[in-house]
């Protein structure tokens, strides 16, 4: 099976530090095949077949603790769960000078529609929808300081999430859809 491990926190404002080439290696020790790693945040595609998805979390979670003596969550989606968020996301969605759109990957205990009931959403600026496994937020950034968006950072929310730009996630689909979907 096709996944992306999505980690929280790392190599931000300097503080988590790992290398990537450091990184990968970790997966493939572990057992994970064709691990490609995208860009420095923490965005890692393998492919993995001998365990659940919690189960594999949780190894994932061990091995960076081990190799880098660093607490960091990792939130697995598949690639059937990635491309179910990339069809949600409307095609005008970007990131760039005119607007600001992110998915919000949740952790397996607050993955639930009720979850926006939790957010801060000014239905008149922002764009906001719930997925299975992610919050889909978009705002034009000219309405960015009056937006719900900000307001996430520092809640207890914001402690269950990570989030990536909807550029990255597209890219993240991209390799998804270039690994191998056979066992070698």
Do not use: C
Request: net charge neutral; charged share 30%.
């Amino acid at each position: 099976m096709v996944y992306v491990a999505l980690l929280r926190g790392i190599n931000v404002g300097g503080k988590n530090k790992i290398d990537m080439k450091l990184l990968k290696q970790t997966f493939e020790q572990a057992g994970m095949n064709h691990v490609v790693t995208y860009i420095n945040t923490g965005n890692i595609i393998f492919t993995y077949y001998d365990r659940s998805k919690r189960e594999l979390a949780h190894l994932l979670e061990e091995v960076i603790h081990n190799d880098f003596e660093l607490p960091i969550k990792v939130v697995l989606r598949s690639f059937d769960d990635i491309r179910e968020m990339i069809h949600a996301i409307p095609e005008t969605w970007k990131n760039d000078k005119d607007m600001k759109s992110d998915v919000m990957f949740l952790w397996d205990e607050v993955d639930d529609e009720s979850v926006l009931g939790k957010l801060v959403i000014k239905p008149s600026i922002d764009t906001v929808k719930y997925v299975p496994g992610a919050i889909l937020w978009s705002v034009d950034k000219e309405n960015i300081t009056k937006s719900g968006m900000s307001r996430i950072v520092g809640s207890k929310l914001y402690k269950q999430v990570t989030v990536r730009n909807v550029n990255t996630v597209r890219k993240i689909y991209e390799r998804m859809q270039a690994q191998p979907t056979t066992i070698e």
